[in-house]
């Protein structure tokens, strides 16, 4: 006959075994940013470079953060496998900040704090950035061209851009996203003046 003891240990190794098995998958982080792997082209920077400070993007309180969410008509849903590796506003503002630093090669465009001020600030307000679960993509945003210079003009603008794909997984929703990211970061940059 089994002893007590012996029994309470099997029915604790059992309950352990069916928790395993009902045990969710692993949760999966993603990133606005591109892979690590991506061809950079090395800066050419001098003393008097020109600097460009890139502010962290303003999103809606929904939006801002780690949750990956799609939208059902007025549903918001959430992601129950995955989530942003941080913010939503710090991944925009990283991805915006790499994608304009790729076209201004011997400028220094950067998120980071600067020990003197730039010479440009960049400010963007995201008020809208949806994709539904038809794999229908809105980014609605303004953005702000601040100099340093009061005498030089403030440069205001704004774009309402929108793309279509896959939505069936969260990978394919992040890539979506980093699309409509890249679009903005591109419409951002042709506002940027060239360094004089």
């Given at each position: 006959?089994?002893s007590?003891?012996?029994?309470?240990?099997?029915?604790?190794?059992g309950a352990?075994t069916l928790?395993?098995?009902c045990?969710s998958?692993?949760?999966?982080?993603?990133?606005?940013g591109m892979p690590?792997?991506?061809?950079?082209q090395?800066?050419?920077?001098?003393?008097?470079l020109?600097?460009?400070e890139?502010?962290?993007?303003?999103?809606p309180d929904?939006?801002?953060?780690?949750d990956?969410?799609?939208?059902?008509?007025?549903e918001v849903i959430?992601?129950?496998?995955?989530?942003?590796?941080t913010?939503?506003s710090?991944?925009i503002?990283?991805?915006?900040?790499n994608?304009?630093?790729?076209s201004?090669?011997?400028?220094l465009?950067?998120?980071q704090p600067l020990?003197?001020a730039a010479n440009?600030?960049?400010?963007?307000?995201?008020s809208r950035f949806?994709?539904?679960?038809d794999?229908q993509?809105?980014?609605?945003?303004?953005w702000?061209?601040?100099?340093r210079?009061p005498?030089?003009?403030?440069i205001?603008?704004?774009?309402?851009?929108?793309?279509t794909?896959s939505?069936?997984t969260?990978s394919?929703t992040?890539?979506?996203m980093?699309?409509?990211?890249?679009?903005?970061?591109?419409?951002?940059?042709?506002s940027?003046?060239?360094?004089?």
């Amino acid at each position: 006959m089994m002893s007590s003891s012996r029994r309470i240990a099997l029915a604790f190794l059992g309950a352990c075994t069916l928790l395993a098995g009902c045990a969710s998958p692993p949760l999966r982080l993603y990133t606005l940013g591109m892979p690590g792997d991506r061809d950079i082209q090395q800066p050419h920077l001098s003393a008097r470079l020109t600097t460009i400070e890139i502010s962290r993007a303003v999103l809606p309180d929904y939006l801002d953060s780690q949750d990956m969410i799609t939208r059902q008509g007025e549903e918001v849903i959430r992601s129950p496998r995955s989530r942003w590796a941080t913010r939503l506003s710090l991944g925009i503002t990283d991805l915006v900040t790499n994608e304009i630093a790729s076209s201004h090669p011997n400028e220094l465009i950067t998120d980071q704090p600067l020990a003197d001020a730039a010479n440009m600030r960049v400010q963007i307000n995201v008020s809208r950035f949806d994709v539904n679960v038809d794999g229908q993509a809105i980014l609605d945003a303004n953005w702000a061209v601040i100099p340093r210079d009061p005498k030089k003009p403030l440069i205001r603008n704004r774009a309402h851009l929108t793309a279509t794909g896959s939505v069936s997984t969260d990978s394919d929703t992040a890539a979506l996203m980093r699309k409509l990211v890249i679009q903005l970061a591109d419409q951002v940059n042709l506002s940027i003046p060239s360094a004089q």
